[in-house]
DNA sequence: TCTGGGGTCCTGATGCCA
DNA sequence: TCTGTGGCATCAGGACCC
C-alpha cells in the first residue's frame, strides 16, 4: 500500500502574519475580552494592535494552537494560558471558532474525496489516504498527486496542508512533518534508516509523554535506539504487545489499513469549572451543570442517532486525580431523564468529601438508534416506573 | 502557575459460569 | 462436594491523540 497523510494547517488571519498569536483559552473568557471592544466586528476586520494580549487573560484555559513566532517564545499547544502569559505576556490570544473549523474541515475532507476516495479520518485537520488505486498516484513517487491535493485545498480553503508520502500510514504521518507548513515530503522504505531513526522517539505517533521518559530512564532516545534494541527486552520492559509494537514501529513497520468507515464507541460532555466547587457547599450550582451535562449527552445522541448502554460520569479533584464510574443498564437510551438517573448512581460510589474541578458524563456501548440491536435489547425488557433516586447533587 | 474537551484503545482486577 | 481452570463481561484507570 502507499499511504498519504495529509494535514491542514488551519486558522490564517492574513493581518496577523508574522506575529506571535495563541489561540485557545476558555472561548467565553476570550469573547469577552474580544468583545469588550469588538462587538460584532468580524475577526478578519480587526487591527492586529487591537486585539487582547495574553498578560490580560486570567483564568483557566488551554492553548490549542499558537503561531510559530509564538511557538518562539516557549509556548504551544496543550499549555496551560497562565503560564503561556509568563513566557510571551505580548502574544495576541484569539477564541477557538469551532463552527467555522468544522466547516474548514468538511470541505478539506470532502475536497480530498473527489480526488482520492479511500480516505480515514482522523480528527478536524487530519486524514489517511491510500493512493493505491488513484490514476497518476505514482507518478513522481506520489508528487503530482500531492500538488493536486494542495493546490485544490487551498483553491476550496484557503488553507495550506502538509502532506507525507510513504509506503504505511506510521511513516506517512511522521513525514508530514519534515517540511511544515505547505510541504511534501516524500520517504521510501529504503530512507527509513537514514530519515526516521535519527529522530526523537517522541516523533512516533503512539509514544506519549510517560513513554518517553521511560525510554530515556533506559537510555533510548532516537528511534535508531529502539531499532537497535532487542525485541524481547524492550517486551519485557513494556509488555508484549507495546514492546513489540515499538520495535517494529522503529523499523517502519506498520500494515494498518486506511479505514474508511467506523461506528463511534462513546460519546460524552464535560466541564472544568471556573473554580473549584464543592459537593456539598456548591451543591445547587453542581447539580445544574450536572443535569445540563446530561441534557447535552442525550442531544448529541439523538442528534446522531444513537443510544447507549453504559453510562458513566468522570470527576476531576483538586490535585487533578481523576476518577471515573460507570455502570451498563438494561435498555438502550439516548433520554436525558434516563441518563441523568444512571449517573447519579456512579455519583454515589467517588468520594464527594473533596473540592471538584471538572464533571464529565458519558454514554457508551453504542448502537445505531432503531436498529436490530436496539430494539432487540429494549422489547421485552419490563418496562418499570422507576422513581427517581435522589442523589447528591439532586 | 498549572494543565480543555472530545475521543480511542489497552490493561489489570474481579466476579460469574461452565 | 470440592477444587481448579479458562473464558467472558464488567469496571476502573491510564496512555495517547487531535
Known amino acids: 500500500m502507499d499511504a498519504f497523510f495529509a494535514s491542514v494547517e488551519l486558522l490564517r488571519y492574513p493581518q496577523l502574519k508574522g506575529l506571535p498569536v495563541v489561540i485557545g483559552g476558555g472561548r467565553r473568557k476570550v469573547d469577552e475580552m474580544l468583545r469588550e471592544r469588538f462587538e460584532g466586528v468580524p475577526l478578519s476586520k480587526i487591527p492586529p494592535d487591537a486585539f487582547p494580549l495574553l498578560k490580560d487573560y486570567v483564568g483557566r484555559g488551554v492553548i490549542t494552537t499558537a503561531t510559530y513566532p509564538a511557538r518562539q517564545f516557549g509556548v504551544g499547544s496543550a499549555m496551560g494560558m497562565m503560564k503561556a502569559a509568563k513566557l510571551a505576556p505580548h502574544a495576541i490570544v484569539l477564541p477557538v471558532d469551532f463552527d467555522e473549523v468544522r466547516r474548514l474541515s468538511r470541505t478539506f475532507k470532502s475536497v480530498i474525496r473527489e480526488i482520492a476516495p479511500v480516505v480515514e479520518d482522523r480528527g478536524i485537520d487530519e486524514v489517511y489516504i491510500d493512493f493505491t488505486d488513484v490514476p497518476g498516484g505514482q507518478r513522481e513517487g506520489g508528487r503530482v498527486l500531492a500538488r493536486l491535493i494542495q493546490k485544490s485545498i487551498f483553491e476550496a480553503t484557503q488553507l495550506t496542508c502538509s502532506i507525507g ?209 436496539h430494539l432487540a435489547a429494549n422489547v421485552g425488557a419490563v418496562l418499570r416506573a422507576e422513581e427517581p433516586t435522589p442523589d447528591l447533587f439532586s
Not at 192 to 220: A, D, F
Request: net charge positive; aromatic share 6%; charged share 30%.
Open 165 to 373: 508520502v510513504a509506503p504505511n500510514k506510521l511513516i506517512a504521518k511522521m513525514a508530514s512533518e519534515f517540511n511544515k507548513p505547505n510541504g511534501i515530503s516524500i520517504v521510501y522504505e529504503d530512507d527509513v534508516q537514514k530519515q526516521i531513526w535519527p529522530l526523537p522517539v517522541r516523533k512516533i505517533n503512539g509514544i506519549g509523554p510517560k513513554s518517553e521518559v521511560k525510554l530515556h530512564k533506559l537510555h533510548l532516545h532516537t528511534i535508531g535506539d529502539i531499532a537497535k534494541s532487542d525485541r524481547e527486552w524492550l517486551v519485557d520492559n513494556f509488555g508484549q504487545s507495546y514492546g513489540a509494537w515499538m520495535h517494529d514501529a522503529a523499523w517502519g513497520r506498520d500494515d494498518r489499513p486506511v479505514v474508511t468507515e467506523s461506528e463511534p464507541v462513546s460519546m460524552s460532555r464535560e466541564t472544568t469549572f471556573e473554580r473549584d466547587l464543592h459537593a456539598v457547599r456548591d451543591r445547587a450550582e453542581l447539580g445544574a451543570i450536572f443535569t445540563d451535562l446530561c441534557v447535552r449527552v442525550a442531544e448529541d445522541l439523538q442528534r446522531k442517532g444513537y443510544v447507549g448502554k453504559t453510562i458513566g460520569i468522570k470527576l476531576r479533584y483538586d490535585d487533578f486525580k481523576t476518577a471515573t464510574r460507570d455502570l451498563t443498564i438494561e435498555q438502550f437510551t439516548d433520554d436525558a431523564k434516563t441518563i441523568r438517573r444512571a449517573a447519579g448512581q456512579c455519583l454515589k460510589r467517588v468520594d464527594l468529601s473533596r473540592r471538584l474541578r471538572l464533571l464529565g458524563v458519558r454514554v457508551g456501548k453504542l448502537a445505531k438508534s432503531g436498529s436490530e440491536e
